[in-house]
């Protein structure tokens, strides 16, 4: 009989879910809407009764079963709360085994869960220690050592989104911190800096700042947006090397709505990460990522299939 | 017939050697000189031959041999170059089985393997998950994650020494960038920094400067030591707080030459690791290290010992 694996990826609008052979590969992928009322008590029943009906499509024996959350969950599978599902600390793992009968059940934080994915099928293919950064509203980033997810003690491996770049800096960060990478390399934080010493003469005057645009404009030669550009680059460089002579990893991938700027990013990142590292740490590689929102049901069943 | 398990810490002048029962026991510890002569090659047949003399008073069998190294060291124990012993790339677990027939060898760099003592039988008994630092003439580091060294995968993994800490200095550090960790807290960064505004109404004044006469005139109330302190203090802890966003750990342990200084170190870190850290990494764990020299030699025998 056909063996299935599910990777869920939990967002707190939808929950993306993908249905895989017993040899990795995607066979269809859906959505089903994340519905937050009564604490987030649905969304679990939801997802089981979402299996359940592909089962009509892919009759046979569901071996695994792994999911992402918007949130820190500890090695064992049990979040950590987790305010944007209503969420507080249960065994997401234990829960799902129960309300399936499937015992393969692991679960992990979504940015860590993404990095897997990059790992396995995408822009980290051939590695197996990575660290993987998420450019988006925020910064997330999850690191994969050996293979293995670097969870932490508390699920809070990983946070490069808030390490310390910048110690003189007097704005807080949404985390209560001054200085952290987020306020530089987030897209919130591109338009900010972008905002802060806004010149007359850049193309960016007049109209709507993004990240879209700054980068855009660099590319064009605004000599304005080529400096929003570098501060960038100098920040997420010198985090980035940090990272790495904490853990040494082969490659980096970098993710997220800004990564769409593309090539620009590597080259302005890489020149800040050369500069920062001692000898052993140089020459790292670093790629964009490449599978998108479907980062998180790649790395979610990953977690579950060949362990 | 007994079973013994013998732990090997090779420096620059000495190699610290302990023969352990199975259980674990540190039942006897010497020293032999370190012969760097012939790029370092009389090293290892002077430890084999060493242990050989000691098999008279511990009859029986050797089942594992454990062993730091001063330089980068991969997972698969081979040495990637040692200049501090003038070795080249080589594996000297190979090299050790061949010679002694023991095969269950395992070579670690020196400051890792500190650390996994420290764990075991130090400071910090009773986790699996920890960060030391080594605070001497340089600052070293060593990670421990759910009882396993975090190599990395050039041998790299823990150098906090060398995360930056100042985007701002203009001093270079040993490793050839500016900024470093080490440059503020090291014993010789100690006393860079005592030196630097040194006031007249210091008690250093017109002393020898020592990392010691800082912290005992900080104990003693001396307002420009305490000043020094607390700017070493800052440094340190906005390191270990960019550390603990990465692996998260369950607490921390500093040794070294420095930290003899006690309570004082662990508060003032304690105090701005706080400050730099998000919510979920707040409050975590300082212990001072407890093994002195001995960390390296408890830390290689248990690479090799419950396994």
């Known amino acids: 009989m056909a063996q299935y694996y599910v990777g ?18 995607l066979l269809e992928k859906w959505e089903i809407p994340t519905r937050l009322e009564e604490q987030g008590s649905y969304i679990l029943p939801d997802i089981v009764d979402s299996i359940e009906e592909k089962r009509e499509t892919f009759p046979g024996n569901i071996k695994g079963i792994g999911v992402g959350i918007p949130g820190p969950v500890s ?110 390399a987030s897209a919130t934080g591109i338009v900010n800096m972008a905002k802060k010493n806004l010149r007359g003469d850049s193309c960016l005057a007049g109209q709507e700042i993004t990240a879209k645009a700054v980068f855009d404009g660099a590319k064009a030669g605004d000599a304005y947006c080529l400096e929003v550009v570098d501060a960038f680059g100098k920040y997420l460089g010198l985090a980035l090397s940090n990272v790495a002579h904490v853990v040494d990893p082969e490659a980096f991938v970098i993710g997220g709505g800004v990564s769409a700027a593309g090539q620009i990013i590597l080259d302005v990142v890489e020149k800040y990460y050369n500069e920062n590292s001692m000898f052993a740490l140089k020459n790292k590689k670093f790629h964009l990522a490449e599978l998108g929102n479907d980062a998180g049901i790649y790395g979610a069943v990953r977690m579950v299939l060949f362990k």
Chains 1, 2 share one sequence.
Not at 10 to 24: C, H, I, L, P
Not at 132 to 144: D, F, Q, Y
């Open 8 to 25: 869920v990826d939990v967002g707190g609008t939808t929950v993306k879910m993908g249905m895989f052979s017993d040899t990795g590969e």
């Open 75 to 184: 090695n064992d599978g049990t979040v950590l709360k987790c305010a944007n599902l209503g969420w507080d600390v249960f065994s997401v793992s234990n829960k799902l085994a129960d309300l399936t009968g499937v015992g393969n059940v692991k679960v992990g934080n979504d940015a860590n869960v993404a990095a897997l994915g990059e790992m396995w099928k995408g822009g980290g293919r051939g590695y197996d220690s990575i660290v993987m950064v998420t450019l988006g509203t925020g910064v997330g980033g999850g690191i994969i050592l050996q293979g293995k997810i670097l969870t932490g003690c508390n699920g809070a491996g990983g946070e490069i989104g808030h390490t310390k770049v910048n110690p003189d800096e007097t704005a807080v960060c949404g985390c209560g911190n001054r200085g952290c990478l987020e306020q530089y």
